[in-house]
């Protein structure tokens, strides 16, 4: 295969973005149809929610391949290399299963409009799944969940992880809508676990949970977990006990996350998937999910976190102000125009001292003219730098070694800062 077949792939595949966001499950329908329904040959974990869905996704395609599993991973967006998207036992796909597999997409009828970028890179993933004779597939959501491409598999188990207002314009405009829309994956006798806390958001899942029979497993009710040191804590869950657990992930918030993972796990074993506590321990501690407060450097100390929105940015913020405190902090940020940008900005500068606005290169990106004029009443010591990995480096030339920098804002803009770290190598940390 020609490097100019993958990019030419790759072209037309970024060229389907003109097409926007659509929500709907016929022309997705009609794809896998004519691959001969591909996502019917293997089974699924199904998870929606806001915040949570890449880790947990990513936990558990690592404790099922530490059971002896073949297992496929669907995350979206990726930071370098949309290879990144479709994983099978931990690995992105390759360069030519990228272009075999949108070749067999692109072969087949469609429906009545072209499809979008997300609808055929679904259709991909599954495809190579199927190709490749995965077990099992872990599949994180697009956006919502009953509308949302993904929303065509019959899963052995549903993952709701925590709602908060986004995309109000797809999705609805309350946590309840918005909770009804990514409930929407919930399947007949399908078991449901959880992490929403909101009232209504509970209401929701409980009812339709209800008229679909199936099983809600619930945080804080069902099952429930306690820390025990930064990434160390024990689990008490609906059939298992499991103590001395260790998530490699950084972050409070990762432990809640395990709390999640580990109650899928048990819904598996309930239904017949054999997985031990050893596999679990062991997938918890290799799972690797980058962007997510990624350390990359020590001095001076470098993290990446996407915090692409607000319950993300608080998160992060909590994380630097526990772990950072009294430490010089750099925020190189830049954040899309759909999201909830000067509350997010407000939280992200809260631990730091200085800032360097950017912008990725996605056209969501919001225009840093704009970020200045918000980030002028919050912080006095700010700097605009077009380009990410430009920002990154300038960034790094003028911070002591004892002194931090964090890239966060978006994903994209992680992306853009991981592909300019792993062009630079270690040359970029010369200061």
């Known amino acids: ?84 998207r479709i994983c099978v036992n931990s690995l992105p796909i390759a360069d030519e299963d990228v272009v075999a597999s949108w070749e067999a997409v692109k072969a087949v009828h469609h429906g009545d409009r072209e499809p979008t970028f997300f ?40 993952v709701i992880t925590n709602i908060s207002l986004e995309h109000k314009n797809y999705l609805g405009g309350t946590i309840a809508a918005i909770t009804g829309e990514k409930a929407g994956i919930i399947k007949p006798g399908v078991p449901v676990v959880t992490g929403v806390t909101q009232k209504a958001a509970k209401e929701v899942v409980e009812t339709l949970a209800a008229e679909n029979s199936a099983p809600v497993y619930l945080k804080g009710r069902d099952f429930r977990v306690r820390r025990n040191g930064q990434n160390k804590f024990s689990y008490w869950g609906f059939e298992h006990t499991w103590t001395g657990m260790q998530t490699g992930l950084i972050g409070s918030h ?53 915090a692409h929105n607000l319950m993300a940015a608080r998160s992060l913020s909590r994380f630097l102000q526990d772990n950072l405190a009294g430490r010089p902090i750099t925020m190189v940020a830049g954040i899309l125009d759909d999201k909830p940008y000067e509350a997010i900005l407000k939280d992200l500068l809260a631990p730091c001292e200085r800032l360097i606005i950017t912008r990725p290169k996605i056209d969501r990106s919001l225009p840093t003219a704009i970020l200045r004029e918000v980030a002028a009443s919050l912080i006095a010591d700010i700097e605009v730098i077009e380009d990410v990995g430009d920002a990154l480096r300038h960034a790094l030339a003028t911070v002591k070694p004892d002194d931090a920098v964090c890239v966060a804002g978006s994903l994209y803009v992680v992306g853009e800062a991981k592909a300019a770290l792993e062009k630079a190598g270690d040359s970029l940390f010369q200061i």
């Open 1 to 84: 295969m020609s490097t100019n077949a993958y990019r030419e792939c790759l072209d037309a595949m970024f060229g389907m973005r003109r097409f926007g966001i659509i929500l709907g499950l016929d022309i997705i329908g009609n794809i896998l149809e004519g691959l001969g329904n591909p996502q019917d040959t293997f089974r699924a974990v199904h998870i929606a929610g806001t915040n949570g869905k890449g880790s947990i996704a990513s936990a558990l395609a690592t404790i099922l391949q530490q059971a002896g599993y073949r297992v496929g991973l669907y995350t979206s967006p990726h930071l370098i290399k949309f290879n990144e």
């Open 119 to 158: 609808e055929f890179s679904t259709a991909m993933a599954f495809h190579e799944f199927g190709r490749q004779g995965v077990d099992y597939a872990v599949i994180e959501t697009g956006m919502g969940g009953r509308m949302d491409a993904t929303n065509v598999v019959s899963p052995d188990a549903t």
């Open 254 to 306: 990762q432990v809640e996350n395990a709390s999640l993972t580990l109650a899928t796990c048990e819904a598996l074993i309930h239904g017949g998937a054999e997985i031990s506590r050893e596999n679990i321990q062991a997938g918890l501690i290799l799972n690797n999910w980058p962007g997510r407060l990624e350390v990359v450097s020590q001095k001076p100390f470098v993290i990446l976190d996407g």
